[in-house]
């Protein structure tokens, strides 16, 4: 099931008649502005349309993704306090609106160190679900490898999960993020390889959903830059191993690539349908 990530602008039921005009089985949105630590009110007019629409539309899953402020590894109290606020408050907005899932960055440790980071987060994630009490899974992404982050290994996610219930927390795997971050996607068996390092780290039992994209830069780069879905350097034909791979084969997929004069979210949907055949 293809989708992509669309506006919520208007009111949050648009989104739900984007997802439906580019032809989305799935679809992904933020419930509220990005780059904002607040959010406007969910009115009840509005939850209710979106919800009949979901009904009547057959598009499955809607999918919400983290606003990109809150850093769940952060050591300055007053961050993690309302990065934890926010996680909760997504959690909450998601139960409102029927969203299964709520993909978030696990975060950056800023210099403190891995082991400290994944103490934090685990902790941000225990203070959330429990404040939430809500049935909305937690999605950890998989990250570039950027200095600082966490989550650009599957050791990573495999500690953060750890602990947590199989449909408390899981994981979004990111094409784009984990070629960059080192791991194999190509027809000769590397992404069967990637997938057997995943399966020990975390469990395949917990990989949720996919974001397909390319990549603009090389394998182990660590620059988290999108491409068009063949054009970049992951191609066709590593796409297409990720798409075929069994363990995959009943995911939704979102595809998070630019819209440019060279393709729209249309054609690349249309791509991504292509190479899955």
């Known amino acids: 099931r293809f989708g ?47 919800r009949e629409k979901m009904a009547s539309s057959g598009l499955s899953p809607a999918v919400a993704h983290m ?21 909760v408050r997504e959690l909450l907005r998601c139960q409102r609106l029927g969203i299964p899932y709520l993909v978030t960055h696990p975060g950056s440790h800023l210099g403190q160190g891995r082991g400290v980071g994944i103490g934090r ?45 199989a449909d408390q927390v899981g994981v979004c795997l990111d094409t784009c993020h984990i070629f960059v971050a080192g791991y194999e996607i190509d027809a000769a068996g590397g992404f069967g390889r990637t997938m057997n390092l995943l399966d020990q780290a975390v469990g395949l039992s917990r990989l949720k959903l996919v974001h397909l994209n390319d990549a603009r830069h090389g394998p182990g780069s660590a620059r988290d830059r999108h491409e068009h879905l063949g054009l970049g350097q992951i191609g066709d034909r590593g796409l297409a191993s990720v798409l075929h791979h069994p363990a995959l084969s009943d995911l939704p997929v979102i595809l998070e690539t630019p819209v440019d004069g060279r393709r729209d979210d249309v054609k690349n949907l249309e791509h991504a349908r292509l190479l899955a055949r």
Not at 67 to 87: C, F, I, T, W
Not at 128 to 152: R, Y
């Open 121 to 165: 987060i685990k902790g941000a994630l225990e203070r959330a679900l429990a404040g939430a009490d809500c049935q909305v899974m937690i999605l950890l992404e998989t990250t570039a490898g950027t200095s600082n982050s966490i989550g650009g290994t599957f050791q990573d996610l495999g500690e953060l999960a750890e602990g947590f219930g």
């Open 4 to 50: 992509v990530h669309v506006s919520i602008a208007g009111s949050i039921d648009r989104a739900v008649d984007r997802a439906a005009a580019l032809r989305c089985d799935a679809f992904q949105i933020f419930t509220s502005n990005p780059r904002s630590w607040q959010a406007r009110e969910l009115q009840e007019a509005e939850v209710a349309a979106f």
């Open 67 to 87: 606003p990109y402020l809150p850093n769940l590894a952060s050591q300055k109290d007053q961050v993690y306090q309302r990065s934890v606020e926010v996680l």
